[in-house]
Nanobody, 124 residues
Framework: QVHLVESGGGLVQAGGSLRLSCAAS????????MGWFRQAPGKQRELVAT???????????SVKGRFTISGDLSIDKAENTVYLQMASVKPDDTAVYYC??????????????WGPGTEVTVSS
């Protein structure tokens, strides 16, 4: 079973920075990507950023140039961690941020795992 644990959320002033972390533990045969999505009140969940096992990065349009995802993913590790460095944050970045891992379990089954979410509030 794969567990995702997020940390780093909180209150930050507009223009400031914040770093989120997500640690994934459990047996994996493959990792397609790992990353972050967010959901603001009354809105649909949207892509923030993902990183693949090969290091490829994908960002949502609203965060390009401001947020950076990093991590060194490997199925050989007992725990994989990704980081989201948020800079020049805006009130529109206020949301619950969810960590996501898309991969293959130790049993060979497709896995789409989500963390419980960490809240980020940006004050103006």
């Amino acid at each position: 079973q794969v567990h995702l644990v997020e940390s780093g959320g909180g209150l930050v002033q507009a223009g400031g920075s914040l770093r989120l972390s997500c640690a994934a533990s459990g047996s994996l045969l493959g990792i397609n990507h790992m990353g972050w999505f967010r959901q603001a009140p009354g809105k649909q969940r949207e892509l923030v950023a993902t990183i693949t096992g090969g290091g490829g990065r994908n960002y949502g349009d609203s965060v390009k140039g401001r947020f950076t995802i990093s991590g060194d993913l490997s199925i050989d590790k007992a725990e994989n961690t990704v980081y989201l460095q948020m800079a020049s944050v805006k009130p529109d970045d206020t949301a619950v941020y969810y960590c996501n891992l898309d991969g293959t379990t130790g049993w060979g089954l497709h896995l789409d795992a989500w963390g419980p979410g960490t809240e980020v509030t940006v004050s103006s």
